[in-house]
T-cell receptor, first 111, second 113 residues
Framework: GESVGLHLPTLSVQEGDNSIINCAYS??????FIWYKQESGKGPQFIID?????DKRQGQRVTVLLNKTVKHLSLQIAATQPGDSAVYFC??????????FGAGTQVVVTP | DSGVTQTPKHLITATGQRVTLRCSPR?????VYWYQQSLDQGLQFLIQ???????AKGNILERFSAQQFPDLHSELNLSSLELGDSALYFC????????????FGSGTQLSVL
């Protein structure tokens, strides 16, 4: 069935380095993608989104890349900081009202 | 702070019981969504309401029900609780201008003993 999945369950990154979190999606009809960050004890927090008519979008220290050919989404975090330690979810919204989440990637920032 | 308020933060109850989770959306948001987050299932969409009407349904059990009131707050009712219902339940809301971007509350941690 349709699914959104993450390649790496845990990503360990040294403080100051760049992080790359990957996500694969299977539904080619998906036209909107979102990255969320979830810190311990908190709800998912919106980071950045991208529509299928774009292949790159930048925010503050974050960049999302979309490759529709291989159905792949990535989140790049520049100069990773301790506060970036969290679980990151990609999600697709191809059916209004049904935001479908991937399994999540735990990012651990080491000093 | 997302602006979405959920109560209670923690709930401990026994099997067979019934509980009600409450959510107040961001000011002005008409859509409310409920999600369940468990370790083995991840974040699962349960149900969505828009301006008081049910809009979309996900993997919500028949033992569960929800509603959205005229003041736009929503309640999720879980009945005949089982051990497997233990999870984090999140409410999210979105506005009319950007319906696809959801803002989540801090969740209710439900423990069924």
């Amino acid at each position: 069935g349709e699914s959104v999945g993450l390649h790496l369950p845990t990503l360990s990154v040294q403080e100051g380095d760049n992080s790359i979190i990957n996500c694969a999606y299977s539904n080619s009809a998906s036209d909107y993608f979102i990255w969320y960050k979830q810190e311990s004890g908190k709800g998912p927090q919106f980071i950045i989104d991208i529509r299928s008519n774009m292949d790159k979008r930048q925010g503050q220290r974050v960049t999302v890349l979309l490759n529709k050919t291989v159905k792949h989404l990535s989140l790049q975090i520049a100069a990773t900081q301790p506060g970036d330690s969290a679980v990151y979810f990609c999600a697709e919204n191809n059916d209004w009202g049904k935001l479908q989440f991937g399994a999540g990637t735990q990012v651990v920032v080491t000093p | 702070d997302s602006g979405v308020t959920q109560t209670p933060k923690h709930l401990i109850t026994a099997t067979g019981q019934r509980v009600t989770l409450r959510c107040s959306p961001r000011s002005g948001d008409l859509s409310v969504y409920w999600y369940q987050q468990s370790l083995d299932q991840g974040l699962q969409f349960l149900i969505q309401y828009y301006n008081g009407e049910e809009r979309a349904k996900g993997n919500i059990l028949e033992r569960f029900s929800a509603q959205q009131f005229p003041d736009l707050h929503s309640e999720l009712n879980l009945s005949s609780l089982e051990l497997g219902d233990s999870a984090l339940y999140f409410c999210a809301s979105s506005g009319t201008g950007d319906n696809e971007k959801l803002f989540f509350g801090s969740g209710t941690q439900l423990s069924v003993l």
